[in-house]
């Protein structure tokens, strides 16, 4: 019989975790190499994670111990009557198929609804990534059309799959009957 996995736990990314950080992007590389985009090599270290730590986007990361085995971000807020943004996560390739995408995804939708006030969190994947579409899937995500030539991904512009999570229909902070959200005023 084997060893059930070890837990890992969901936590907001901190600026200190840029190292850690580095060190499982550089570990996934070639994992992940057909769902991103080129990266320059100072992508893969600790001080080109701090950058992008510091980019505005709002990221959780699964960890085991003190490794970074996944994360989850969100990017492009929009908030006022849109209230938007777009989800992407990735997960160490000796992590997968344990529930990290799922609960890393959950989490981000979480906070975009109650720490943020969000009403919907897009999301999107390469055609064939299928393991990626059952996660958002799972998650709520529901498909809203194929943009053709969407991403430079792996080399080459590639048609992604669009998602979309409705988070809640309430209005926007400032409308009659709302209430205020982290900073937004009535």
């Not at 996560?89 to 890393?104: F, I, M, P, Q, S």
Request: charged residues 25%; negative net charge; proline residues 8%.
């Amino acid at each position: 019989m084997s060893a059930a996995p070890a837990p890992f736990r969901i936590r907001p990314a901190e600026h200190a975790d840029a190292p850690a950080l580095a060190a499982a992007l550089l570990r996934n590389r070639e994992h992940m190499k057909p769902w991103e985009p080129y990266r320059p090599e100072r992508y893969y270290t600790a001080e080109g994670q701090a950058e992008r730590l510091a980019d505005g986007g709002v990221r959780w990361f699964a960890v085991d111990g003190d490794t970074v085995i996944g994360c989850a971000i969100l990017s492009g807020i929009v908030l006022g009557p849109f209230r938007s943004g777009s989800l992407g996560y990735w997960v160490d390739r000796e992590h997968t198929g344990r529930g990290v995408a799922t609960a890393l995804v959950e989490e981000a939708c979480r906070a975009a609804r109650e720490e943020l006030g969000m009403h919907r969190i897009e999301a999107c994947t390469v055609l064939d990534h299928r393991v990626s579409q059952r996660v958002l899937a799972k998650s709520g995500f529901v498909p809203i059309g194929t943009a053709p030539r969407y991403l430079h991904i792996d080399g080459e512009w590639r048609d992604h799959h669009l998602f979309q999570r409705l988070l809640h229909d309430d209005p926007p902070p400032g409308f009659p009957g709302s209430h205020p959200v982290n900073g937004d005023r009535a």
